[in-house]
């Protein structure tokens, strides 16, 4: 729709800049303005994108925008209202001439095979495909504008058999055209709504059991509209909420969010939650199996042990987090390992992201992953990385030695407290305590003491050298070292930075304490150490 006159919007609309799908923004004010003969409509772009105010202009406040140069006036002429869905797939899928880009992005779910499968398809393919909608089970009209779905009739002669339908970027607002969308297309399942500004108010609920996979990403939704809408979409298997600024999980009760029985992945990346009795609150989606926080604000994570008497009320003998496998916590503000072993609690949990935390970060006083993997033992693919047998006992190993290196107290219970799988590691590994033997002394003595390390160095201006296995005391400290490697490989001048090779780790970690020894950092027989030269 594309209208002269401002009669034609009303508050709360959602618009584009005429000839530009991509630049969204709300109606925000119709009206005279000051100054300025005719009808004007105030928009508050997404983004600010070419906003010019903040709903003020000459001194006169005309509406409150987003940002302070997210508004501008704009003619009626000059903005649309959008079209139709209908209109949309007609104009993505019917036109005669592709272009290169187009067909690149074409691609068609054919329904009349038994085994749904993608196939790419050129123009010709396309044209003979699509003269028959009923063909097409999934479809995609991100950024054209679109802002009803027309009849409903007339949608579902028109797709009978769509089964996934991207709305990215368009023009939806109300969750009553929502609602009536799934109910015209009986077949749909997957619906992405990412980038539509939703209306927080609900007035009628239908059960829309279709709908497999919802995504609502960056939709400026909250959880009380996720409770709103939970009993239309009971059959969900996967809801997406990224980037909504959510930074609460408002419930009915104030406690545990109920329902949602066959969802199995909940994704809340790139919120503002900063704190775990939020997520607390998840603790009884028994199907749930995968939850990702990467991108918000958490500091703590600790295991809801002792939840049971406030449990949901059908079934006070419930597991918290029973069936959750993946728990991604990338890109948060973790910085305590009792939050890394709190998770070895978790009774199903097999795959965590730690990454881009302080806890995980050498650098800030952070853990190297060969710490990670030995503190967390149920855990088998860390960061994205499977975690290898070898690797796993490999860092279990070095993790006690580390541990043994720096014990200062032999108060069992504080060490129980700090390194909780210490214990366990030493004797499953049969590591032994190193006791001084009067008996043993000169070269025998020194020997038993010895560790063998390969040294690889790699410098630009190092020039080209082959690798050095040593056998050196287990009690060397990193600058020593660093002055044995200037030494061995001949570097004049040249300040050298250690780094150990994991296995599981793209990059070799940094070395970083000149006065620790290499049996304080874990480092034992086997061992890989990088020369580098100071950048």
């Known amino acids: 729709m594309s209208s002269t006159t401002a009669a034609a919007f009303r508050l709360g609309q959602r618009v584009h800049a005429a000839g530009d799908p991509r630049r969204l923004g709300t109606v925000r004010y119709l009206g005279p303005v000051e100054g300025h003969g005719g009808v004007w409509v105030g928009v508050d772009w997404d983004d600010g994108a070419g906003g010019r105010h903040d709903g003020s202009l000459a001194g006169r406040r005309y509406f409150v925008a987003v940002g302070e140069c997210s508004a501008t006036f704009a003619r009626p002429t000059a903005l649309s ?76 002669s028109l797709v ?43 007035v009628e609920t239908p059960m829309l059991e279709n709908i497999r996979i919802l995504v609502l990403n960056n939709c400026g939704v909250t959880w009380e509209l996720v409770e709103k809408i939970k009993v239309s979409f009971s059959c969900i298997s996967e809801l997406h909420l990224m980037s909504n600024r959510l930074n609460m999980i408002m419930t009915l009760d104030g406690k545990f969010v109920q329902g949602f029985n066959t969802l199995r992945l909940l994704n809340l990346e790139d919120n503002h939650i900063d704190s775990w009795d939020e997520i607390v609150k998840l603790s009884y989606l028994r199907s749930l199996e995968q939850l990702h926080l990467n991108k918000n604000r958490l500091k703590h994570v600790k295991y809801p042990s002792n939840l049971s008497p406030d449990g949901p009320i059908d079934d006070a003998a419930a597991v918290p987090f029973e069936n959750l496998q993946v728990l991604l916590l990338g890109s948060n503000d973790i910085d305590d390992f009792s939050s890394v072993d709190s998770l070895n609690l978790f009774p199903s949990l097999r795959d965590v992201r ?15 992953r060969f710490v990670l993997v030995a503190r967390l033992g149920k855990v088998g693919i860390l960061n994205g990385s499977e975690i290898s047998p070898r690797e796993r006992r490999e860092s279990e190993i070095r993790y006690v030695r580390l541990v043994m290196g720096k014990i200062e107290s032999n108060d069992q219970e504080e060490i129980r407290r700090l390194h909780p799988r210490f214990a366990e590691l030493k004797s499953f590994h049969g590591i032994e305590d190193e006791k001084p033997t009067s008996s043993i002394s000169g070269p025998q003595k020194m020997a038993s003491g010895l560790i063998s390390i390969t040294l690889k160095c790699v410098g630009p201006s190092m020039g080209e050298k082959q690798p050095l296995t040593k056998k050196l005391p287990a009690t060397t400290t990193v ?4 002055s044995l490697c200037e030494s061995f490989f001949k570097l004049k001048d040249i300040k050298v930075k250690l780094f150990v090779e994991e296995e599981g780790c793209p990059l070799p970690q ?9 049996m304080e950092l874990g480092i034992g027989s086997g061992a890989t150490i990088v020369v580098d030269e100071e950048s």
């Open 160 to 202: 009978p058999n769509l089964k996934l339908l991207d709305l990215t970027g368009n023009l939806f607002s109300q969750w009553q055209d929502i609602f009536s969308l799934c109910q015209a297309l009986a077949s749909l399942e997957v619906l992405n709504l990412t980038n539509n500004t939703m209306e927080n108010d609900v």
């Open 510 to 518: 940094p070395v970083e304490e000149d006065t620790a020894s290499l």
């Open 479 to 482: 600058g020593k070292l660093k």
């Open 81 to 156: 209202g959008g079209i139709s869905l209908p209109d949309a797939l007609r104009l993505r899928y019917r036109v005669q001439d592709f272009t290169k880009e187009e067909q690149d992005e074409m691609y068609v779910f054919s329904t009349s095979q038994k085994r749904v499968s993608v196939e790419f398809v050129g123009t010709d393919k396309v044209q003979e495909k699509l003269n028959n909608f009923n063909e097409l089970a999934s479809a995609s009209v991100s950024y054209m504008g679109v802002s009803s779905i027309g009849a409903p009739n007339e949608l579902n």
């Open 354 to 368: 730690l990454s881009d935390n302080p806890v995980a970060d050498p650098a800030k006083g952070g853990a190297p």
